[in-house]
């Protein structure tokens, strides 16, 4: 099989996929590209003022993504223009729907943790109470599950059938887990590190 030098990073939200993918693009000297960074743009376009990586949790946000909700064609663009740019090469992506939509020519990696590690990564990250952190989480992982169950019909969970690579995030440091599927692509790929 003939791979695309694309890597895909999944997993439901504070679970380090935007840490480990900036960290992953710059082992393997990609670019960095998030499913979240095509979606403000939507979000621009509308008049929204997507600004911060809170925002998603902010009152704006979330009326956004109530928006988004009743309007499933907001999604179908910004994975049609994600595909083209993995599928075109050179990219590491954070996406919860591309795993789905491509084939195994794509390198993809599911990070794995449980709500409470997720609710105190993002409590210390937005500088917000954990309970509050629990809140947002339950809240968005329920939204994104019924979200893309709608729109293609599988459920957002670590799926071997799908991911070439799942990983435990909750003792594991972004670095070595960056590391990980650094070394992966490149096996998987046929290149050394002085490729990159």
Request: charged residues 30%; aromatic residues 10%; neutral net charge.
């Amino acid at each position: 099989m003939k791979y695309v030098r694309s890597v895909v990073i999944a997993g439901m939200p504070a679970s380090g996929k935007t840490t480990v993918a900036r960290m992953v693009a710059s082992r393997l000297n990609l670019n960095y590209v998030a499913g979240g960074d095509i979606l403000r743009e939507i979000a621009r376009d509308r008049g929204y003022r997507p600004e911060g990586d809170g925002w998603w949790d902010s009152d704006e946000g979330r009326r956004f993504l109530m928006e988004r909700k009743g309007n499933p064609e907001f999604d179908k663009e910004v994975d049609r223009r994600l595909r083209e740019l993995i599928l075109s090469g050179g990219y590491v992506a954070t996406s919860y729907s591309m795993p789905w939509l491509l084939g195994p020519e794509v390198l993809k990696v599911w990070l794995n943790a449980s709500p409470s590690a997720r609710a105190a990564r993002m409590a210390k990250r937005d500088g917000i109470p954990v309970e509050d952190a629990r809140r947002i989480i339950e809240f968005r992982d329920g939204e994104n599950a019924q979200l893309y169950r709608t729109l293609y019909g599988y459920e957002l969970a670590p799926d071997a059938s799908v991911f070439h690579l799942i990983i435990d995030t909750e003792s594991v440091p972004p670095v070595d887990v960056a590391e990980l599927i650094a070394l992966y692509a490149r096996a998987l790929w046929g290149t050394s590190s002085e490729t990159f």
